[in-house]
């Protein structure tokens, strides 16, 4: 499997912005990058991904507020968020996929709390 770093998270007031970005090594081909997030107490649920030629794609309960992207090279994912909610806390995990490949990141927590 592939090693992926990870930075970004930690806490913020509600209404504040966060950005998170993933890094895979840059020798392997990477199809889809995206982020997932697991709340307590609750399943791990789909943040958003970013296909090669194919595009984004979001959870309703972000959409207009995350936005996903990837670097030129291809092999790091961002993910900008704004006017977060309480309800966005949960440990978020970066996800790669490609030929053989589909690897987790550790994760990293993201705490929305006044």
């Known amino acids: 499997q592939v090693q992926l770093v990870e930075s970004g998270g930690g806490l913020v007031q509600p209404g504040g912005s966060l950005r998170l970005s993933c890094s895979a090594p840059g020798n392997i081909f990477i199809n889809t990058m995206g982020w997932y997030r697991q709340a307590p107490g609750k399943r791990r649920e789909l943040v958003a991904t970013?296909?090669?030629?194919?595009?984004?794609n979001y959870a309703d309960s972000v959409k207009g507020r995350f936005t996903i992207s990837r670097d030129n090279a291809g092999n790091t994912v961002n993910l900008e968020m704004n006017s977060l909610k309480p309800e966005d806390t949960a440990v978020y995990y970066c996800?790669?996929?490609?030929?053989?490949?589909?690897?987790w990141g550790q994760g990293t927590q993201v705490t929305v709390s006044s």
């Open positions: 970013i296909t090669r030629g194919v595009g984004t």
């Open positions: 996800n790669v996929k490609g030929h053989l490949i589909d690897s």
